[in-house]
């Protein structure tokens, strides 16, 4: 069973570059999926980004393409989102969520992941 905490969180202006971190532990997988997804006010929750730690493949929404990077830290069981140029619809709670397996068919599903974390507000303004 994984275990994932958001960090990193806050209140940033727009244009700002914050970092949210996900930390993953309990049992896993050499090779698993971990993908970030955001819910604004009164809205669905959406894909951001996912990777597949151990292989390095990312994927983005079209809305942070350029502008977000997911990226890992094997080493620290760790996944990062950078996010640049933030605008006030990146405003939502974030949350990342993991799956023990190959994502890239189904990476913005967020049906497919079995284990999520509680979640980091980003408030732009």
């Known amino acids: 069973h994984v275990q994932l905490v958001e960090s990193g969180g806050g209140s940033v202006q727009a244009g700002g570059s914050p970092i949210l971190s996900c930390a993953a532990s309990?049992?896993?997988?050499?090779?698993?999926?971990i993908g970030w997804f955001r819910q604004a006010p009164g809205k669905e929750r959406e894909p951001v980004a996912s990777?597949?730690?151990?292989?390095?493949?990312?994927w983005y929404a079209d809305s942070v393409k350029g502008r977000f990077t997911i990226s890992q830290d094997n080493a620290k069981n760790m996944v990062y989102l950078q996010m640049n140029s933030l605008k006030s619809e990146d405003t939502a709670m974030y949350y990342c969520a993991a799956r023990s397996s190959w994502c890239g068919g189904w990476w913005a599903n967020q049906w497919r992941y079995n284990a999520w974390g509680q979640g980091t507000q980003v408030t732009v303004s």
């Open positions: 309990g049992y896993i997988a050499s090779r698993y999926c």
């Open positions: 990777i597949f730690v151990g292989e390095g493949n990312t």
